[in-house]
T-cell receptor, first 113, second 114 residues
């Protein structure tokens, strides 16, 4: 299995632009998570899905952030408009059932200038 | 509020030294506990996990952790570290019982010197 695949690995964009991060979870996993990692706040859970349905989006910082999971093999995290304070590494993770822990992707390093 | 604390932010050890990284959480209910490792430039990898049963959990690469319920702790240990253990270590707790929604500590940066 190729693991959790995220794209792009690096993204540099200008403030105000729309940014879309992509994630392909491990095949067969029914949970998908989006995390953000910064020096100041560490790893924060933004949102997670179960069977493609958003379960908890309480970690999404504001309305500029949105996430979708149109099918079991694909999810996007969109920031519109982006701001410099959104600069971080965004991780996608997936897991199967309960009590398994999550498998993380390589992350997308986002820089908003 | 439920939280996870890792009090050691940076640890420097010599090879063959013993390691113990602290992790405490604030919650009186049932929890599921994890340790993850992040090598430089890489993604997080699961080291070990605890859900129930024997509170002493063994993971990969010689790591182990002990769940002490009375102390709300889940400390990570390794008897003899290697240079290749240089990485950032994250404690994570699931407060929901399902084992999926993880709250992470701030991480401990471990540097092992030759």
């Amino acid at each position: 299995d190729a693991g959790v695949i995220q794209s792009p690995r690096h993204e540099v964009t200008e403030m105000g632009q729309e940014v879309t991060l992509r994630c392909k979870p491990i095949s067969g996993h029914d949970y998908l998570f989006w995390y953000r990692q910064t020096m100041m706040r560490g790893l924060e859970l933004l949102i997670y899905f179960n069977n493609n349905v958003p379960i908890d989006d309480s970690g999404m910082p504001e309305d500029r952030f949105s996430a979708k999971m149109p099918n079991a093999s694909f999810s996007t995290l969109k920031i519109q408009p982006s701001e410099p304070r959104d600069s971080a590494v965004y991780f996608c993770a997936s897991s199967s059932g309960t009590h398994r822990g999550a498998f993380f992707g390589q992350g997308t390093r986002l820089t908003v200038v | 509020a439920q939280s996870v604390s890792q009090h050691n932010h940076h640890v420097i050890l010599s090879e063959a030294a013993s390691l113990e990284l602290g992790c405490n959480y604030s919650y009186g209910g049932t929890v599921n506990l994890f340790w993850y490792v992040q090598y430089p430039g890489q993604h997080l990898q699961l080291l070990l996990k605890y859900f129930s049963g024997d509170p002493l959990v063994k993971g990969i690469k010689g790591f182990e952790a002990e769940f002490i319920k009375s102390k709300f702790s889940f400390n990570l240990r390794k008897p003899s570290v290697q240079w290749s253990d240089t990485a950032e270590y994250f404690c994570a707790v699931d407060f929901t019982g399902g084992g999926n929604k993880l709250t992470f500590g701030t991480g401990t940066q471990l540097k092992v010197e030759l």
